[in-house]
């Protein structure tokens, strides 16, 4: 079993950053990557990024690439999600997971967190 706790969500200006982090626990000690993704109220959850477990692979969708950056810290079972130029439409709750595979893909994810509000004023 694998326990993620994500923080750092916030209410922001359009334009503004914010960083959200995923604390792991558990059985940490295998090699899995991870991800964020996030659901809008009334849409399906979708990918945001992902990164693999030696930090060497990233992968982002195109609706945040190149305002966000996702970094791990496996030292201390952290994940990072560093978001810029943020934009109403972000808005959303923002969960990350972990992967024994590397994949864009929900279902491929096996354990989650349970999120944190991200909501972008315009």
């Known amino acids: 079993q694998v326990q993620l706790v994500e923080s750092g969500g916030g209410l922001v200006q359009a334009g503004g950053s914010l960083r959200l982090s995923c604390a792991a626990s558990g059985r940490t000690s295998r090699r899995f990557s991870m991800g964020w993704f996030r659901q809008a109220p009334g849409k399906e959850r979708e990918f945001v990024a992902a990164?693999?477990?030696?930090?060497?692979?990233?992968s982002y969708a195109d609706s945040v690439k190149g305002r966000c950056t996702i970094s791990r810290d496996s030292a201390k079972n952290m994940l990072y999600l560093q978001m810029n130029s943020l934009k109403p439409e972000d808005t959303a709750i923002y969960c990350c997971a972990s992967s024994w595979g590397w994949s864009r893909v929900t279902e491929a994810y096996n354990y989650w967190g349970q999120g944190t509000q991200v909501t972008v004023s315009s």
């Open positions: 990164i693999s477990w030696s930090g060497g692979g990233t």
